[in-house]
């Protein structure tokens, strides 16, 4: 089956702790993307990156980190710098060469608590 | 002004009734449009994409695209109450490979 994983589902981080949430996609797609959504609100964005070894940062970049040394994976550290980090974490993917437009399909989500 | 605005609702209506949810949005370029179903505690999952100006239907649900007055909307016909949940709209310009996210609408389609 083809998708979009993310893991853990459940994170837990202790104050000035780094965390890594994990998203692995076997779409082929050639952009992937990180989201935080807080309750009651939409999704903002924080990294996206359209090819391996390239990432430019979104709206809410300050305070997190990212790789993209392969095409299936685009790991987002939460680092201790992130005052208020807890939140419900979005990975997603697009294809945007394959005639679809840029729509992006969302892995389960990782839902990250500061103790 | 927000770049996507959508009305937070709740929308209540009854089962078997036609739901209207609205998004409008501010960049005129703008080239690409999502709706996305999201129930509690779940990810977003695209339902519906539109890229011209009309309609377009998919089963139950049809999206309806006016980029003359940066507006875009949803029917849902014959709502049940699995259709509860919060509906995102998208927004996006295909060369910016981004998109821009309304807060949503929660639907509560009730009994």
């Known amino acids: 089956d083809g998708g979009i994983t993310q893991s853990p589902k459940y994170l837990f981080r202790k104050e000035g702790q780094n965390v890594t949430l994990s998203c692995e996609q076997n779409?082929?797609?050639?952009?992937m993307y990180w989201y935080r959504q807080d309750p009651g609100q939409g999704l903002r964005l924080i990294y996206y990156?359209?090819?391996?070894?390239?990432?430019q940062k979104g709206d809410i970049a300050e305070g997190y980190s990212v790789s993209r040394e392969k095409k299936e994976s685009f790991p987002l550290t939460v680092t201790s710098a992130q005052k208020n980090p807890t939140a419900f974490y979005l990975c997603?993917?697009?294809?945007?060469?394959?005639?679809?437009?840029?729509?992006?399909?969302f892995g389960p989500g990782t839902r990250l608590t500061v103790l | 002004q927000k770049e996507v605005e959508q009305n937070s609702g709740p929308l209540s209506v009854p089962e078997g009734a036609i739901a209207s949810l609205n998004c409008t949005y501010s960049?005129?370029?703008?080239?690409?449009f999502f709706w996305y179903r999201q129930y509690s505690g779940k990810s977003p999952e695209l339902i519906m994409s539109?890229?011209?100006?009309g309609d377009k239907e998919d089963g139950r649900f049809t999206a309806q695209l006016n980029k003359a007055s940066q507006y875009v909307s949803l029917l849902i016909r014959d709502s049940q109450p699995s259709d509860s949940a919060t509906y995102l709209c998208?927004?996006?310009?295909?060369?910016?490979?981004?998109?821009?996210f309304g807060a949503g609408t929660r639907l509560a389609v009730h009994p």
């Open positions: 997603a993917s697009s294809a945007p060469r394959d005639g679809r437009g840029n729509e992006q399909f």
């Open positions: 779409l082929n797609h050639d952009a």
């Open positions: 990156s359209q090819i391996v070894n390239d990432f």
């Open positions: 960049d005129r370029g703008s080239q690409s």
């Open positions: 539109i890229y011209s100006n």
């Open positions: 998208a927004v996006g310009r295909i060369s910016y490979n981004k998109l821009i």
